[in-house]
């Protein structure tokens, strides 16, 4: 007989070497090579040359197309939560495998009960929710705070795959929805190794895909994260399933975003808004309103734009605040934005805008504690850092939308209609955005209230114009209107 052999998997990132090493030459991590059997054919053969490549007589015989109709595939079921509905691209499909990660204490547990308890009491069927990370009474008493008390809701715990599944097997085949609660703490007991290990978590996964597509009942994983906040356990699993959904958020802050990573049924770059009340996590419709200021007066050092999470278009306020140093490094403190380029762009607008910042220190920052990279907020954030470096505010009317290179052109973004269409709808009636848009973008009537911009000095012009004429004469100057005359052709530098 071949002599048996085995192999050395990184639990953390699914990397897999022929002997044992103290540290991951992959991820990094310390203590993570676990050691797994490798099967190897009687005749001793290399993989790919066991097999005697004939075929056998297939269960289910191959079908066309255009044979399968659409009563077969089934209508998605809906969660009962439009936002979640939203991310998934209408609901979920028959035999669907989901797999929801995110930080503890995100709501990934409270989110899940409460969609099990939404399915259960639309479609008076069984829905089961097995965890193994706490107990019934426990989840029960989360279940009460949050009104998931639907009487077609069933609860366990455990940590044996065939208990689960027993479960399962003892609701009937009725069953509307599962979820498991946690894919790293349920083992198989035919498999070696301890529950989480890489070996058990792709053997739970796979079984429960297979049984989700043989018996057409959508399965909800939820999956633990590293400290580099990616799904723990080997790379598969996430091509294992057929969803993956990230739930993200700052701890010190009720905002949470469910974003797709992957999904075979519906739009891979969606993103969903809640916010974490004691009730449970509530859906938000229009999370415009959640990062942007609210005062009456406009402030030095703000400037509205419109940003793009996934496919929706939302309405945020980037702040700055410029003040004095002493120091011979002046400070640069980033909150919710890329540091680096947020250098990128002081350097930007004090070399090409004559904005003294050089010997100052500059904050930026978002609000309701947002987190952006996206680029189209360039033309923002350095707008109110020479707003705040000269102290003049922008009015409240007046929205930015564009990215600023290192030659201070402004630059269009993606999804330019649509950002302008948001802005337009939430009361903003002048919209910087960059040359060309109006010719290559369909506005309709919110095309009267672009102006267009070509550069990042014909932008800041407007703050430089209303300050010095503010110093000349006691009628303050309409940054709107010298906009307006910048875009004409007249800037100044």
């Not at 991951?24 to 190897?40: I, Q, Y």
């Not at 191959?62 to 044979?67: D, I, K, L, P, Q």
């Not at 702040?319 to 140093?325: D, E, K, M, R």
């Not at 006691?474 to 052709?489: C, F, H, K, Y």
Request: with cysteine; net charge neutral; proline share 4%.
């Amino acid at each position: 007989m071949a002599k048996a052999r085995s192999k050395w998997v990184c639990s953390s990132c699914g990397a897999e070497y022929g002997t044992w090493y103290g540290r991951c030459s992959k991820c990094g991590e310390f203590s993570t090579l676990t050691e797994v059997a490798v099967p190897v054919a009687g005749n001793g053969t290399a993989a790919g040359l066991r097999s005697s490549g004939g075929g056998t007589t297939p269960t289910r015989p191959a079908r066309r197309v255009s044979e399968i109709s659409e009563e077969e595939v089934g209508v998605r079921l809906s969660t009962g939560l439009s936002e979640f509905d939203r991310v998934l691209g209408g609901g979920l499909v028959r035999g669907q495998v989901l797999l929801l990660s995110g930080e503890p204490g995100a709501g990934k547990s409270t989110l899940l009960l409460t969609t099990a308890h939404a399915v259960a009491a639309a479609t008076g069927r069984p829905v089961l929710y097995v965890s193994g990370e706490e107990s019934v009474h426990q989840i029960a008493t989360r279940a009460r705070r949050i009104g998931a008390t639907s009487e077609h809701l069933y609860l366990a715990d455990g940590h044996d795959l065939g208990h689960a599944i027993g479960h399962l097997d003892a609701l009937g085949p009725q069953v509307a929805l599962v979820i498991v609660d946690s894919v790293q703490t349920i083992a198989s007991a035919e498999v070696d190794g301890r529950a989480g290990g890489v070996a058990q978590v792709m053997e739970v996964a796979s079984t429960l895909t297979r049984l989700a597509k043989a018996r057409g009942i959508p399965f909800c994983l939820v999956g633990q994260v590293t400290k580099e906040s990616t799904v723990a356990g080997p790379r598969a699993l996430e091509h294992v399933v057929d969803t993956t959904l990230a739930l993200e958020g700052d701890r010190q802050t009720t905002l949470r975003l469910l974003r797709a990573v992957k999904n075979r049924f519906g739009p891979a770059d969606e993103v969903a808004c809640f916010e974490q009340a004691d009730t449970g996590l509530i859906q938000v419709t229009d999370p415009s309103s959640l990062f942007r200021g609210v005062r009456e007066e406009p402030v030095a050092g703000t400037c509205v734009t419109v940003t793009v999470e996934g496919r929706r278009a939302l309405l945020s306020e980037m702040q700055a605040l410029v003040s004095p140093s002493n120091a011979p490094n002046p400070r640069r403190g980033v909150t919710g934005l890329d540091s680096s380029r947020v250098a990128m762009l002081i350097a930007v607008t004090e070399r090409l805008a004559g904005v003294r910042l050089h010997d100052r220190d500059v904050y930026a920052a978002t609000v309701g504690g947002m987190r952006s990279n996206d680029p189209g907020s360039d033309l923002a954030i350095c707008l109110a850092i020479a707003s705040a470096a000269w102290g003049t505010p922008l009015p409240a009317e007046v929205a930015a939308i564009g990215e600023v290179s290192l030659s201070g052109d402004i630059r269009r973004v993606a999804m330019i209609g649509q950002r302008v269409a948001e802005a337009v709808r939430l009361g903003h009636r002048r919209v910087l955005v960059p040359v060309g848009t109006k010719e290559t973008v369909p506005l309709g009537r919110n095309a009267a209230h672009v102006v267009e911009v070509a550069t990042l000095v014909q932008a800041v012009n407007a703050l430089r114009g209303r300050r010095s004429g503010a110093a000349r004469d006691s009628t303050p100057g309409s940054v709107s209107g010298s906009v307006r005359e910048d875009a004409d052709g007249a800037p100044g530098r």
